[in-house]
Nanobody
Framework: QVQLEESGGGSVQTGGSLRITCAAS????????LAWFRQAPGKEREGVAS????????SYANSVKGRFTISRDNAKNTLYLQMDSLKPEDAAMYYC???????????????????WGKGTLVTISS
């Protein structure tokens, strides 16, 4: 059974940093497309960052480019999202997602992902 489990969310002040983690079981991060999405109350789920498992190339939403970094550790089957210079508008539930086949050369659509975690909440205080 494939499972993704996020952790590391919490409350951080504006301008602060946070690293969230997604651990996989029954799934390997060495193939396909891996991504982080987020959803704020009343808003649609949006792609934040993705990594092409075959080439390690990454893509970011314009709103987080230069502040967020997606990475993975295949040995630990763990996906990370390092978030720096956090802004109030970054507050959301963050989800990791994976697609077992097919590389991603740009941010994938939520509908294209096969497996999802349950999310970890990030809140920003001013």
């Amino acid at each position: 059974q494939v499972q993704l489990e996020e952790s590391g969310g919490g409350s951080v002040q504006t301008g602060g940093s946070l690293r969230i983690t997604c651990a996989a079981s029954g799934y390997t991060y060495s193939r396909g497309c891996l991504a982080w999405f987020r959803q704020a109350p009343g808003k649609e789920r949006e792609g934040v960052a993705s990594i092409n498992a075959y080439s390690d190339s990454t893509s970011y939403a314009n709103s987080v480019k230069g502040r967020f970094t997606i990475s993975r550790d295949n040995a630990k089957n763990t996906l990370y999202l390092q978030m720096d210079s956090l802004k109030p508008e970054d507050a959301a539930m963050y989800y990791c997602a994976a697609r077992g086949s097919g590389a991603c050369y740009s941010l994938p659509r939520a509908a294209d992902m096969d497996v999802w975690g349950k999310g970890t909440l990030v809140t920003i205080s001013s």
